[in-house]
């Protein structure tokens, strides 16, 4: 009886030991699932938050697009009169005045009357190249369109050499070529360098300019391709490849 009892007391401190130590696993289990839980919820809640930010961010994305077009049509809409006149040599003692003389001379040469009245502004512009394009501020844009038409008109179904050049305008130096544009907005120099770039490589007829927009056309009877953007450069590659 005293063996039995002892044994009896011993496997009942054991099973009182188990117990402790389950109620201690079930304590501890109880606190790693509140623990888990708690993370569950911060996990949520940054999910929600980066959620919010992302939706901030596209709209932030789509204000500031929102914002470039519209500043990217108001210098269009300041230059809209304007022309470019590159690869004029510079004279000596230049003046707004001598530039104006230019102007009516370059007018004079393309068949296009062009007087002091008809010039709003005119001025040279520092250049990467020591070109130094002349910039015309002309007052009205009928009156540009048709300066630059009167460009298209002269070069026609010329060769290279008989192209506007500055022995057309007098000069006295070794001609060289006259280049003359609408002003572009710096994003649409570049917009228009890629799409001439485009035109050389994929073999397309023409590529011009029109009221500071771009436009291509595969050829002769086709309807022109207005360029928005480079990746509308990037479709035309896709469609041909």
Not at 35 to 62: F, G, P, W, Y
Not at 155 to 175: C, E, I, Y
Request: aromatic share 6%.
């Amino acid at each position: 009886m005293n063996v039995f009892t002892k044994f009896s007391k011993d496997q009942e401190k054991r099973f009182d030991d188990l117990i402790d130590k389950i109620n201690n696993i079930i304590l501890q289990n109880n606190e790693l699932k509140e623990s888990v839980q708690l993370m569950s919820n911060k996990h949520d809640e940054l999910l929600v938050r980066i959620s919010t930010l992302e939706n901030e961010r596209k709209e932030d994305k789509k204000q500031i697009q929102q914002l470039q077009e519209s500043l990217e049509n108001l210098e269009r809409k300041s230059r809209a009169c304007g022309i470019e006149i590159r690869n004029v040599p510079k004279t000596s003692g230049e003046t707004k005045e001598t530039l104006n003389n230019l102007v009516s001379t370059v007018g004079k040469a393309l068949n296009v009357n062009i007087n002091d009245s008809h010039i709003r502004d005119v001025f040279r512009i520092n250049s990467k190249d020591n070109t130094n394009p002349i910039i015309v501020e002309l007052d009205t844009v009928q009156r540009k369109n048709i300066f630059i038409e009167g460009v298209k008109n002269f070069n026609r179904n010329k060769t290279k050499t008989d192209k506007l050049n500055s022995a057309h305008l007098g000069l006295q130096q070794p001609a060289q070529p006259i280049y003359i544009s609408e002003t572009l907005t710096a994003k649409t120099q570049k917009l228009y360098a890629l799409a001439r770039a485009f035109r050389k490589n994929y073999d397309y007829k023409f590529c011009w300019t029109t009221n500071g927009y771009v436009y291509l056309r595969n050829r002769i009877g086709e309807r022109p391709i207005r360029v928005f953007s480079e990746k509308d450069l990037d479709n035309l590659r896709n469609k041909m490849t």
